[in-house]
């Protein structure tokens, strides 16, 4: 996900530039697939205009997995919050790594075990 500030029809600007040109031909020429729906994500206040501005690009493989929606508030912001939810109920969390206490860890054994000999 992104901040691209590229304009293309393609995923909801009125408008198109060399830019939005340049992140079209990315995703044909990597295959890559854009979850954006015609949702805007961008107010410009001094024109009252709306646009999309900020992108989700993911490899075909994810784009099946996730549901991609925008906020309904600006919450204090020029842009909608952008949410990606995961629609795979088989797709499991990695568990928060333990803490360590590193004062109590043998260091001279860590040193000698990590010595990597020619």
Same mark, same amino acid.
């Given at each position: ?32 697939? =854009?979850? +954006?729906? #015609?949702? &805007? ?5 001094? !024109?009252?205009?709306?646009? *999309? ?20 508030? =600006?919450? +204090?912001? #020029?842009? &909608? ?5 995961? !629609?795979?109920?088989?797709? *499991? ?26």
């Amino acid at each position: 996900m992104g901040d691209f500030n590229e304009h293309n029809p393609i995923w909801g600007n009125v408008d198109f530039n060399v830019k939005g040109q340049q992140v079209e031909a990315l995703l044909e020429e990597h295959q890559l697939c =854009l979850l +954006n729906d #015609d949702s &805007f994500t961008y107010f410009h206040i001094p !024109s009252r205009t709306f646009h *999309t501005l900020d992108l989700a690009i993911c490899s075909p493989s994810l784009a099946i997995k996730w549901d991609f929606s925008v906020a309904d508030g =600006l919450q +204090n912001s #020029d842009r &909608f919050p952008i949410m990606l939810s995961c !629609s795979d109920e088989d797709v *499991t969390y990695p568990e928060r790594p333990k803490r360590y206490i590193f004062n109590k860890a043998d260091w001279t054994l860590f040193s000698q075990m990590a010595l990597i000999s020619k």
